[in-house]
């Protein structure tokens, strides 16, 4: 089994960018603890960040027939990006929605989610440790 982790942009500033917001923990660390966690579960797992939409449009096309979910926090395009969710739903892989901070009580900009449409499940608030709620959900729900 194997799930791609997706991150759009400004996810490689965490640990940099608003750690009030986003905390302390770096993009490393959510690297290492992604890798650390798909070895618990017995999955492969590939890991990818883009700060450009057709990037990231192009890797979840290229996932066909390799990959058996994501787990994606497509950031800023979250609520900009038709092009994601087009691509997301073109696929038919099943893709959680995670994001770090707690969205909802955010920015009246930040209440839309247009990826939201085309996923299994949203998660949001819980750091990076989100990332690993959704694999779980993906190998313990959705993909077994």
Request: glycine fraction near 8%; aromatic fraction near 6%; charge should be negative.
């Amino acid at each position: 089994m194997k799930i791609k982790v997706l991150n759009g942009p400004n996810i490689n500033m965490v640990g940099i960018r608003e750690p009030g917001v986003y905390g302390s923990e770096t993009y490393a660390d959510l690297i290492r603890k992604v890798e650390e966690h798909a070895k618990e579960l017995g999955i492969e797992v590939e890991c990818l960040q883009s700060n450009h939409e057709g990037t990231l449009v192009d890797w979840i096309q290229e996932s066909m027939g390799n990959t058996d979910g994501f787990v994606f926090n497509p950031a800023a395009y979250t609520h900009t990006s038709v092009a994601i969710l087009d691509a997301v739903k073109a696929v038919k892989i099943p893709c959680v929605e995670v994001h770090i901070s707690k969205v909802e009580e955010r920015e009246d900009f930040r209440q839309v989610s247009y990826i939201r449409q085309a996923c299994v499940k949203t998660i949001t608030g819980h750091g990076l440790d989100g990332y690993l709620e959704a694999m779980d959900y993906l190998v313990n729900e959705v993909l077994k």
